[in-house]
């Protein structure tokens, strides 16, 4: 099975999580690129592969917008492919918002685009204070403070379920 995992990530957790969901693949071929370096990829290339996952992370409650330009340029490849899209956002850490009914930014997405990926996960990311700019440091901390998370700037807090990111590598795998 040849396997690509496309990941936009802002502080370098989604492409951690894209990461370990491909070691997870030993037999099989698999690829992990950055959507945004790769975001012109060919649709001959995209051809070329069985399964297509794409994961994408959410700041200001927001994803990337190059994110929704890729699915709209390719939904109907992306439909016609084994597939799966990964979502990673704070709002995860907590247990009623963390599947694909319950979190907010992935229902709005999910709702909005043509791609129906047939499988479609909510993952934790990660607080990485001490790396942030001024600005984003004290808005993210401000967001945190208010729904009664983690605001010590001098921390970093990873809150990704490495277990639940293996199991969902377990349900790309049965697609085949």
């Known amino acids: 099975m040849k396997i690509l995992i496309l990941y936009l990530t802002r502080d370098g ?11 997870t693949f030993h037999d099989d071929t698999v690829e992990v690129l950055s959507l945004r370096e ?6 001959e290339k995209l051809q070329s592969f069985d399964t297509i996952v794409i994961g994408a992370s959410i700041r200001y409650g927001h994803f990337d917008p190059l994110l929704e330009k890729f699915i709209q340029q390719h939904y109907a490849l992306l439909n016609s492919k084994k597939s799966a899209f ?14 694909p009914e319950t979190n907010v930014y992935t229902r709005k997405l999910l709702a909005k685009i043509k791609w129906q990926p ?3 996960k909510v993952i934790a990311g990660a607080l990485y ?15 945190m403070k208010m729904t009664k998370g983690d605001t010590d ?10 277990q ?3 199991q969902f ?8």
């Open 13 to 23: 957790q989604t492409q951690k999580i894209a990461e370990h969901i491909a070691s």
């Open 118 to 120: 047939n499988i479609v």
């Open 153 to 162: 700037t001098s921390k970093e807090y990873e809150y990704t379920n490495w």
């Open 38 to 43: 790769h975001f012109h990829i060919s649709s």
């Open 164 to 166: 639940q990111v293996s």
């Open 129 to 143: 204070y001490p790396r942030y700019r001024w600005f984003d440091r004290v808005m993210i901390r401000f967001i």
């Open 86 to 99: 990964f979502s990673v956002n704070l709002t995860a850490r907590k247990a009623n918002r963390n599947t």
């Open 169 to 176: 590598s377990e349900q790309i795998r049965k697609l085949s």
